[in-house]
């Protein structure tokens, strides 16, 4: 992960990708540090502790 990215918390990397929380932003992150996947409502909450 490059040292330029910063997350407010982050899951262990799975199949590639990692759950990470920026702000009110939750999505998954590649090992390059680019975000794959995004939730586009922030409304919409997870049960995975971060």
């Given at each position: 992960?490059?040292?330029s990215?910063?997350v407010?918390?982050?899951?262990?990397?799975?199949?590639?990708?990692?759950?990470?929380?920026?702000?009110?932003?939750?999505?998954?992150?590649?090992?390059?540090?680019?975000?794959?996947?995004?939730?586009?409502?922030?409304?919409?909450?997870?049960d995975?502790?971060?």
């Open positions: 992960m490059p040292s990215l910063l407010d918390a982050a899951a262990d990397f799975t199949a590639g990708v990692a759950m990470v929380r920026l702000g009110n932003r939750l999505g998954y992150i590649d090992t390059t540090g680019r975000w794959v996947i995004t939730v586009a409502d922030d409304a919409i909450e997870d995975t502790p971060l």
